[in-house]
């Protein structure tokens, strides 16, 4: 199963001043996410961001906030828990008709299906946020895509567990290109020539 940029939405989790300098190869990091973020708006791929409680660790870096349509601050470390959902769902549908003439359980606004139900995420800490947001979004029943080379935790042992985690939990791991080029398909795609130089890059720290 490929990724399908028309079905995608990306979330990038918790990129915040005062916590990069403290992520292992944080720098790089960084860069993959900046570069997530600019093929996503490329593409049309709506962009969310969260901070963890912004007040202590401070805002995300100004360049990646930039990028996101919205940022979520919250206190819980799983986004889900702060409304991240209800965001990347579509809104409700109201019944058709004149309500009074539908039986009771057709009264009711009816949850549409998500229309884009892949979430690509990727963030810091891998082992704390990012997991815990991930997990509750498979829970929630989208199909959840984790960026390893976007993620980040303070120490290596940290992150790689919860790749494994997350991975067993039913996440599909990949890394910035693969989503890059399977949003992109072909090198025929209107955006393919822009984005090339960027790729070819490849989310060069300070770039």
């Known amino acids: 199963m490929l ?19 403290a992520i292992f190869e944080g720098a790089s990091v960084l860069a993959r996410a900046r570069l997530l973020a600019q093929v996503a708006r490329r593409l049309q791929v709506p962009v969310w961001g969260t901070e963890q409680n912004p007040s202590r660790l401070g805002a995300n870096d ?25 965001w990347l769902r579509p809104p409700a549908k109201a019944p058709a008709g004149n309500a009074r003439s539908l039986p009771r359980h ?29 997990l509750d979004l498979l829970e929630d029943e989208f199909e959840v895509w984790v ?17 494994d985690r997350l991975a067993g939990a039913g996440a599909e791991l990949v890394t910035t290109e693969m989503v890059a080029f399977e949003w992109l398909r072909s090198c025929e795609h209107p955006a393919f020539k822009d984005l090339l130089p960027l790729l070819k890059e490849g989310g060069t720290p300070g770039a």
């Open 3 to 21: 990724l399908d940029a028309s079905t995608s939405q990306l979330v990038l989790v918790d990129y915040q001043e005062r916590l990069m300098p």
């Open 62 to 86: 100004a360049a990646l906030r930039a990028l996101c349509q919205q940022t979520l601050a919250k206190m819980h470390f799983s986004a889900v828990e702060e409304g991240l959902g209800e």
């Open 106 to 134: 057709l009264q009711k606004p009816q949850q549409a299906a998500p229309a884009r139900g892949s979430i690509v995420i990727a963030g810091c800490e891998a082992h704390v946020c990012l997991l815990q947001t991930a």
């Open 147 to 163: 960026v390893t080379d976007a993620c980040g935790s303070r120490t290596e042992r940290n992150r790689d567990a919860a790749f």
